[in-house]
């Protein structure tokens, strides 16, 4: 169900209206409850609890925006407003807080419904009241980039849940293509023949196996002659068996997920033109479907990348890797990139490491690693960042080949990272955000349903409107 988000005059809105109200307890006939987001009815009035006013934040205002999403879903409430001078009166800072309030109502009604034999297609629609829109123009402006975002984040969790019988590099290089030319992006696709010819042996390599070969997917916003972009990279592997070094059962079953860095690039394209950003970016997304077939990758390989560095094949279920080295080298030569930063559901490791609170982050460059973790305190969507001390090379370094694209059960995460390392020169800056264990949420959250989460559409978006 989609909803739309719009800043009213207050007072000019009869329908159903949520007064924001900090808890006063519970306990009392009259009192706000204390859990944020929770919504009661007092004396006839609809009052949303925005929790204890000391740990108001804009992520509890993220929650709440979910929590009423989710009210009005269940309720069937398809039309209602909510009172915004509450909230600007407990001292936070208007603009960061309709942002997140708006993106947490877009984020909150969330659900795949696609392929449901039943399902709602109600519009439900959220008015923001404030007293004199003429002199809050600045939150108009910050409501409708929030709702951009947020469908941005939504457009990503929709194609990460997307079946690989459905989503394959064909198709989504066919999809890429009808997003670009409806929000004015320029698009391109390189083969997996080009590729070959090119030198890029390990993105190829990886899609042998599949009946839908290797490709790179190519989108530009912005790029001008003489420009240094930005240069977003994202794993897409639309299935990941494993190849032969096969998952087991309880392993492959989410592996639909595995093109999440993908989508996540892709959707915050489309975010980057709607938002109309100055900043010149570029997405690539390195596409491939791990299979196994007479014609697939094996244990013992040796390929040669598209830098000329040979790769001793240990794991071919470490095929992520494989599809960015060459996909970084291909951004590199091609961009010279002001900043260069791949986004990938690469390691189990780092949710050993993290949990399911954050993202890992490895950078070469301090100053790049530094706006990556700002922006993503500020949007919640948070990263840690782990060394890249050059004793770690020790675990893949080749003997037969240059290196190998699996370094044990050690520092997983990191040696994902110190791989990639080996396929940028040392002077671009450049960062990793290795997110398998934000790829999917395990059980409802306060603006997330089970399933794709979209994570780092919101971070990439803030960093880069912070440099535009």
């Not at 003429?134 to 997307?162: F, K, P, Q, Y």
């Not at 997405?283 to 598209?306: F, Q, V, W």
């Not at 990556?372 to 060394?387: A, H, I, K």
Request: aromatic residues 6%; proline residues 4%; glycine residues 10%.
């Amino acid at each position: 169900m989609p909803i739309t988000v719009k800043l009213t005059e207050a007072g000019k809105f009869d329908g159903t209206i949520l007064y924001p109200s900090i808890a006063t307890g519970a306990t009392t006939l009259t009192g706000t409850p204390e859990e944020a987001g929770e919504i009661v009815q007092i004396n006839g009035v609809y009052v949303v609890s925005l929790g204890k006013k000391e740990k108001l934040t804009n992520e509890t205002l993220r929650r709440i925006g979910g929590s009423i999403a989710k009210w009005m879903a269940r309720f069937q409430v398809n039309d209602c407003a909510v009172q915004l001078e509450p909230i600007l009166k407990t001292g936070i800072s208007p603009l960061p807080a309709v942002q997140a309030l708006t993106e947490g109502l877009v984020l909150g009604n969330f659900k795949f419904d696609k392929y449901l034999a039943t399902k709602k297609s109600t519009v439900l629609s959220v008015q923001l009241l404030a007293a004199g829109v003429d002199a809050h123009s600045s939150l108009e402006g910050a409501v409708a980039s929030a709702s951009i975002t947020a469908e941005a984040v939504n457009l990503a969790r929709e194609l990460s849940h997307e079946p690989p019988n459905v989503i394959n590099p064909q198709t989504i290089s066919d999809l890429a293509m009808q997003l670009a030319t409806q929000y004015g992006l320029t698009y391109r696709e390189i083969d997996s023949k080009e590729l070959e010819k090119m030198g890029a042996g390990a993105i190829v390599a990886v899609g042998k196996g599949s009946l839908t070969p290797s490709r790179l997917i190519i989108l530009e916003h912005n790029l001008k002659d003489g420009q240094k972009p930005v240069v977003l990279v994202g794993k897409t592997l639309t299935m990941d068996t494993g190849g032969y070094s096969l998952k087991g059962t309880e392993n492959i079953i989410t592996m639909k997920y595995d093109k999440t860095g993908g989508m996540v690039v892709l959707a915050a394209m489309v975010a980057v033109a709607r938002l109309k950003l100055d900043t010149p970016v570029v997405g690539i997304l390195a596409a491939a479907e791990n299979m196994i077939s007479s014609k697939a990758y094996r244990p013992d390989d040796i390929l040669t990348a598209m830098n000329g560095k040979t790769i001793e094949i240990i794991s071919t279920d470490a095929e992520g890797r494989l599809v960015l080295a060459d996909a970084l080298t291909y951004a590199e030569r091609t961009y010279t990139p002001q900043a260069l930063i791949d986004i990938a559901t690469l390691t189990g490791a780092v949710s050993i490491a993290l949990g399911d609170n954050r993202a890992g982050l490895l950078s070469n460059n301090d100053t790049l690693a530094q706006k990556l973790y700002e922006s993503g305190e500020f949007t919640y969507e948070r990263v840690w960042r782990l060394p890249l001390d050059t004793e770690y090379f020790e675990q893949i370094k080749g003997t037969d080949s240059d290196i190998k694209n699996s370094g044990g059960r050690k520092a997983g995460t990191i040696i994902g990272g110190m791989f990639l390392q080996q396929f940028i020169s040392e002077d671009v800056p450049w960062a990793h955000l290795d997110i398998a264990g934000m790829m999917m949420a395990e059980k409802e959250m306060p603006y997330c349903p089970k399933g794709g989460m979209g994570f780092g559409v919101r971070l990439f978006l803030d960093y880069l409107k912070n440099i535009s």
